[in-house]
């Protein structure tokens, strides 16, 4: 990289350094907008504290400048009153620290709960497109390490932080205000301070960010290997997966090393300047002592802010660990909240109380990446209450067809309208109300089975969820369990087989009453006698609904009024099942080869 490229990547670099800083600070500032009278008390009560406790040596200049002569002379009232003084300024201080650290307490984690449900409201409204390309892993990062890290600068960093920054202010304005000289020598010894800590300030930002990254890769590969363990122990890839654990720890704790690295020389600095500080303090104002211009109770004071002065920058610089951490890990949170859904909201929706099912495509063009369409032009019409079944070879565009319906994703160009209203028209309540679908996962939530399926209607009466269970035969086997419809599924479903998920899923969507039923290779995860059972159900959900079915297995498709087969996003074939075997094109060879596969299965069957 020639020097000129080098330094325009470096301006790049900065320029969205600043950018990201400034998306933070906007989302921190919104966080604590709603709190910012009692963020203000806090930092009165912060203030004062600070000056109740940089005011101790001014007592200690006057009792030994005033107190003790007066004491000498034979009145004590100097001592008594200055020290009474002390110890009412030190009690007033800690009560007031008190005080704020509770207060800071409570806004913290009010921000916290704030920025939790953020997160969490935000990643449930961003669209599918988000989700198959943005990890689990590193969602799961955002809502455990980095909202940690948020926790630990809000719970006691920003009440650190504020009562150095004014602990320091306020000893250098009373040394200035003491002995104007003196202050002059400490406010000197606050250049080089500056300068150190932002030359620490500028290397410690990178290597955080660098600390965050690879913190995330790690979440995310152990969350992917522990999810996909069944994967994992059926490829016998332990030793893969150990060794790529091992390397992003590695990477996590190198990148973490340098930046605990850049410590070791911020902190032995700001001890050499302080010591510096501390001398030339005392041999200024000890040489005007010497020659009367200065008493001995101002340069026992003087050295004593010199001293203290020093003492909150080095605890902040112990506390900085955790704030750049803090930093870096609100501006992942902070990027993840200005994600946008691809699939957005109408300004006007179109009111659609009641769905009849009718589904038109007029000139549908659609890619996952621009220039590669997935669906290069398709025009298709559903009439209401027809049963559709959309078949073709891998890549065809099958499941493609059904997200559009469903509006997981936004044609290209062209319309999907569901009842001639353009369904970026409709808003998703009345959308996802006329239009279910149902994947092969089947996927369950933890809690029992009548909570699964009332999640079709969540107002549904108990015996309406009896009812969907029973209408698609799910009954069978719900009565066998130990405490029936209420019994725990365990996480994910596991507690149940393959096919009564299905059915559990089923029974879901029938609950749910929609217009369009869209079934993407809802059978194929199932054995052939799970099939046989599940189909039954099948044919009760489909009862008098528009459906799109997708299914390679061909057992499906043979009960619907209509068969489309898309090659490349087109279609290629059209006409019921029995039309299309008997004319011997693209359809009949796929379900010969379905045949075939399915004999082959049943013999191997019988064989064992």
């Given amino acids: 990289m020639s020097g000129v490229a080098y330094e325009d990547h470096v301006d790049l670099e900065r320029s969205l350094a600043r950018t990201v800083r400034k998306r933070s600070m906007r989302l921190l500032g919104s966080l604590l907008r709603p709190m910012r009278w009692r963020f203000a008390l806090m930092l009165a009560l912060v203030a004062a504290a600070q000056a109740a406790k940089a005011a101790g040596p001014l007592f200690v200049a006057f009792v030994i400048d005033t107190g003790l002569p007066q004491l000498t002379a034979g009145d004590p009232a100097g001592v008594l009153g200055a020290g009474l003084g002390y110890i009412t300024v030190a009690f007033a201080g ?15 984690q009010a921000v916290l709960f704030e ?4 997160v969490f409201r935000h990643t449930q409204r961003l669209s599918l497109e988000f989700h198959e390309t943005y990890t689990s892993g590193r969602i799961i990062a955002r809502q455990t390490s980095d909202l940690d890290a948020v926790r630990e600068l809000l719970d006691s960093g920003v009440n650190q932080l504020l009562s150095g920054l004014l602990f320091m202010v306020f000893v250098a304005v009373m040394l200035l205000f003491l002995d104007p000289w ?8 606050s250049v080089p301070v500056a300068l150190l800590t932002r030359w620490f300030h500028v290397r410690s930002q990178l290597h955080y960010r660098s600390t965050r990254v690879a913190s995330s890769r790690l979440i995310v590969q152990f969350v992917e290997t522990m999810a996909g363990n069944r994967a994992v122990q059926a490829f016998h890839r332990e030793r893969h997966d150990i060794a790529r654990h091992r390397e992003l720890a590695d990477d996590y704790r190198l990148t973490d090393q340098r930046a605990v690295g ?4 911020y902190n032995p600095g700001l001890v050499l300047i302080g010591n510096v500080t501390v001398a030339a303090v005392l041999a200024v104002d000890g040489y005007r002592v010497f020659a009367g211009e200065l008493s001995v109770g101002v340069l026992i004071a003087a050295l004593l802010y010199a001293k203290r002065f020093f003492a909150p920058v080095q605890e902040m610089a112990q506390f900085y660990n955790s704030l750049q951490s803090s930093v870096a890990a609100l501006e992942k949170i902070s990027g993840l909240l200005e994600e946008e859904p691809s699939v957005a909201a109408p300004a006007r929706p179109v009111a659609l109380p009641r769905a009849s099912g009718r589904i038109d495509f007029d000139g549908v063009r659609f890619g996952y990446t621009p220039g590669a369409d997935v669906i290069p032009g398709l025009d298709l019409r559903i009439p209401a209450g027809q049963i ?32 001639g209203i353009d369904v970026r028209d ?3 309540s009345d959308l996802r109300r006329a239009v279910v679908m149902v994947t092969q996962e089947s996927f369950l939530f933890s809690g029992t089975i009548a909570e699964n399926i009332a999640i079709g209607r969540p107002s549904a009466s108990p015996d309406d969820i009896r009812a969907a269970a029973r209408a698609v035969g799910a009954d069978r086997f719900i009565d066998r369990l130990p405490d029936g419809i209420d019994t725990d599924v365990h996480k994910r479903g596991g507690r149940l087989s393959a096919g009564q998920r299905q059915l559990v899923s089923f029974a879901r969507a029938f609950l749910a009453d929609p217009a369009v039923i869209i079934l993407d290779e809802a059978t194929a995860s199932l054995d052939l006698p799970s099939e046989a059972i599940v189909q039954r159900g099948l044919a009760t959900l489909l009862e008098g609904r528009t459906a799109l079915v997708i299914a390679h297995r061909l057992s499906t498709v043979e009960s619907a009024d209509r068969v489309i087969v898309l090659q490349g996003g087109r279609v290629a074939e059209d006409d019921s099942p029995a039309a299309l075997l008997a004319a011997g094109g693209e359809y009949a060879a796929l379900h010969a080869a379905w045949r075939a596969s399915t004999d082959q299965q049943a013999n191997a069957a019988s064989d064992t």
């Fill in 94 to 108: 800690g009560l007031l620290m008190f005080w704020s650290i509770r207060l800071s307490a409570r806004i913290a």
């Fill in 115 to 118: 920025l939790r449900r953020r």
């Fill in 182 to 189: 003196s202050g002059l020598v400490l406010v000197a010894a």
């Fill in 262 to 265: 850049l410590i070791g020389v």
């Fill in 388 to 419: 559709v079944a959309l078949v073709g070879t891998t890549g065809a565009g099958k499941s493609t067809v059904a997200k559009l319906v469903a509006r997981f994703y936004d044609t290209t160009e062209g319309q999907v309208r569901l009842d």
């Fill in 426 to 428: 409709l808003a998703f």
